[in-house]
Nanobody, 122 residues
Framework: QVQLVESGGGLVQAGGSLRLSCAAS????????MGWFRQAPGKEREFVSR????????YYADSVKGRFTISRDNAKNTVYLQMNSLKPEDTAVYYC???????????????WGQGTQVTVSS
């Protein structure tokens, strides 16, 4: 069992930055691939980024590539999402998830946080 708690969301102007954190409980954190997803009102949950168990491999959705950076610290049981050059279309609730390494489909993630709101004003 893994419990995930996100933090770091908020309101930021376009072009600004935010850093999301996701703290995990349990001693099996490093056995999971970790991902970030987001869901805007009226839209489906979409994949944002994922990181491998060791942190050595990352992958991004085209919409955030070059602007967002995912990382993890297995000693701290935490995964991060550094978001730069934010755009109004990045506005959504952001979720971290633990699941199959390499997965980009939300159905392949077993554990989810409660989400943190990110709002980017124009």
């Amino acid at each position: 069992q893994v419990q995930l708690v996100e933090s770091g969301g908020g309101l930021v102007q376009a072009g600004g930055s935010l850093r999301l954190s996701c703290a995990a409980s349990g001693r099996t954190f490093s056995s999971y691939g970790m991902g970030w997803f987001r869901q805007a009102p009226g839209k489906e949950r979409e994949f944002v980024s994922r990181v491998s168990r060791s942190g050595g491999s990352t992958y991004y959705a085209d919409s955030v590539k070059g602007r967002f950076t995912i990382s993890r610290d297995n000693a701290k049981n935490t995964v991060y999402l550094q978001m730069n050059s934010l755009k109004p279309e990045d506005t959504a609730v952001y979720y971290c998830a633990a699941g199959r390494p390499g997965a980009t489909n939300y159905l392949e993630y077993d554990y989810w946080g409660q989400g943190t709101q990110v709002t980017v004003s124009s």
